[in-house]
Every structure is written in C-alpha cells, then in structure tokens.
C-alpha cells in the first residue's frame, strides 16, 4: 500500500509519541507499504520551528528514510490538483498533501478528520 504521511504522523513517529495509532505505526513500518515523506511536511516543519510554534528533532528526515520511507517532491501537478479541492480545509499544507495523495494514488496518514471528507483514503 502507498502511504502519505501528514506531519503530526511523521513527528509522532519519529518521537514514538503515544499519539499515533497502532495501527498508523503499525502501517508506516511494514516492509511492505510504500512510505512518501513528502516536501510539504518538511515545508511546515521548517516554517513553524522557525517560527517557535513546533520541536520536532533535527534527525526526523533521517529517522524516517531510515524506517524505510521516500522523498516525494512537490511537482506542477501537486500544485495544480489543488484548484479543483473541494474547500473542506483550509490549511494550504492539508490541501497541498491531499492533493498529492490524489495524484499519487495514496492513502494519507492523519487523524485530521477532515481530510476524510476529500475523495482519498485516509489510514489512521
């Protein structure tokens, strides 16, 4: 299965957080799911620590390629799939990975509910 992750999966994972479900951790290190770590998380990242809104460790790009997972891009197509979203979010990070989950054929890994409302599969 191919897995887009959301930030608070990627921080809850990388810091064993309680928060993350069993079965979202459980899915995120299986060998066999395609895991994306994609630019948008980094992107948010990097703006809300840089801003004192968010720790996260330095090493969680390396914790989470070394459990297995890929970088995935942001591409024109991305960007451009988020025209036609439905306005169920209006957080621009949300709707740039719902976007990509779409055009990559991925569930996404959240428990933001209102990502369920968009037409992709969300894993929690």
Not at 29 to 36: K, T
Not at 89 to 106: G, I, K
Request: aromatic fraction near 6%; charge should be negative; avoid cysteine.
């Amino acid at each position: 299965m191919k897995l887009l992750l959301d930030t608070h999966a990627v921080i809850w994972f990388t810091e064993d957080a309680p928060q993350l479900s069993t079965s979202a951790a459980a899915a995120i290190e299986d060998p066999g799911n395609d895991i994306l770590l994609s630019a948008v998380v980094a992107w948010e990242i990097a703006i809300k620590r840089g801003l004192g809104k968010l720790l996260v460790a330095n090493n969680y790009v390396d914790v989470m390629l070394a459990a297995g997972s890929r970088e995935l891009p942001v591409v024109i197509a991305h960007a451009q799939q988020v025209e036609s979203l439905p306005p169920h979010h209006s957080d621009p990070f949300d709707r740039l990975l719902v976007a990509q989950a779409m055009a990559e054929s991925a569930a996404i890994v959240t428990n933001d509910q209102r990502i369920g409302r968009y037409d992709v599969s969300v894993l929690w």
